[in-house]
């Protein structure tokens, strides 16, 4: 099949539509229409206003687990708040029309699955699924309600079996990625025949490995993106534009 060498959106919504085997690898861009902040968007990026070395490390846990354990409670009240916009239900539509669809998101919200996209890969973990520091047995959840303010501290609950300090369920600088969903998405990387990467700087690694494995198998890589990437160097196009409204305009 021949892959055009620049496409325009009609040529991408055609690509897409001919899919047999798909990924769609999405970052925090995905979410920034929710109301869910990017992490390294200038002014409104949580690196920009917080230091990920005091909040988003294994060390920083270990110095002072209730910062850490506060600014995340934080984040999942307000993602528990946010609702998934145009671009995650029309994500969730291509993988209804495209039934080999593998969504691959480095997100640790839920705002994919709440549009329907129910087997999403978590690269990098998940607020909702806190686990033991020390065991890690999962713990539950904690419930509404106690949520604290904007960085403010909060001690984190103790583990039911070992009473350790319980941490989110995220993967933090200088931790390894879950092996069985990097396994999966390298894998359905490698399969497939068109990969849509959505709303990621690519700056995060191993994770922006996965396009790379894609386009190196020639398999056709289409981006969304407002900005510029380092993506943009194995990509057929990037659609530059907010998700929310590219997406749909892609899936129609
Ligand atoms: C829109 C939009 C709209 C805006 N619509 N788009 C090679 C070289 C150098 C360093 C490394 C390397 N390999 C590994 C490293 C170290 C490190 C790393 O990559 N560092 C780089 C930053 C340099 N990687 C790691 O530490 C990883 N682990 C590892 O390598 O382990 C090795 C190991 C092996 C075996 C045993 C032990 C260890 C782990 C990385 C974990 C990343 N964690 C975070 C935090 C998660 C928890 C939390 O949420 O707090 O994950 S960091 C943060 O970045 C988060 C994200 O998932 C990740 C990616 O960010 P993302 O999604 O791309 O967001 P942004 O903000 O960067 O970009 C947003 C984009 O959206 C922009 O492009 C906008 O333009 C766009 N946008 N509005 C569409 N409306
Ligand atoms: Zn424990």
Redesign the pocket.
């Given at each position: 099949r021949r892959k055009p060498e620049r496409m325009d959106l009609a040529d991408a919504a055609e690509a897409l539509a001919g899919a047999r085997r798909l990924v769609v690898f999405t970052?925090?861009?995905?979410s920034?229409?929710s109301g869910v902040p990017?992490?390294?968007?200038a002014l409104t990026?949580?690196w920009e206003r917080f230091d990920?070395q005091a909040?988003?490390t294994p060390e920083a846990f270990r110095a002072d687990p209730a910062l850490v354990w506060g600014w995340?409670e934080w984040?999942r009240a307000a993602v528990g708040r946010a609702e998934p916009n145009p671009?995650h239900r029309a994500v969730a539509a291509l993988a209804a029309r495209v039934p080999d669809t593998v969504v691959v998101t480095?997100?640790?919200d839920d705002l994919h699955e709440r549009a329907g996209s129910a087997a999403t890969v978590h690269?990098?973990?998940s607020?909702l699924t806190p686990r033991c520091s020390a065991c890690a047995e999962p713990a539950p959840a904690p419930g509404a309600g106690a949520e604290p303010g904007e960085g403010r501290r909060l001690e984190p609950p103790r583990c039911g079996h070992c009473a350790a300090p319980v941490r989110?369920g995220?993967?933090?600088?200088?931790?390894?990625?879950p092996e069985p969903a990097f396994a999966a998405a390298v894998e359905a990387a490698y399969r497939c025949d068109v990969l849509l990467t959505?709303?990621?700087?690519?700056?995060?690694?191993?994770?922006?490995e996965i396009p790379q494995v894609a386009a190196r198998r020639g398999g056709t890589v289409i981006q969304?993106?407002?900005?510029e990437?380092p993506l943009d160097a194995v990509c057929a196009v990037n659609l530059h534009?907010?998700?929310?409204r590219v997406l749909p305009a892609l899936v129609r």
């Open positions: 970052g925090a861009g995905m920034a229409e990017t992490f390294r968007d990026g949580l990920p909040l988003a995340y984040r671009g480095q997100n640790v690269l990098h973990g607020l989110p995220v993967v933090w600088f200088g931790e390894a990625l959505v709303g990621t700087s690519g700056l995060v690694y191993p994770a922006a969304v993106n407002p900005e990437t534009g907010p998700a929310a």
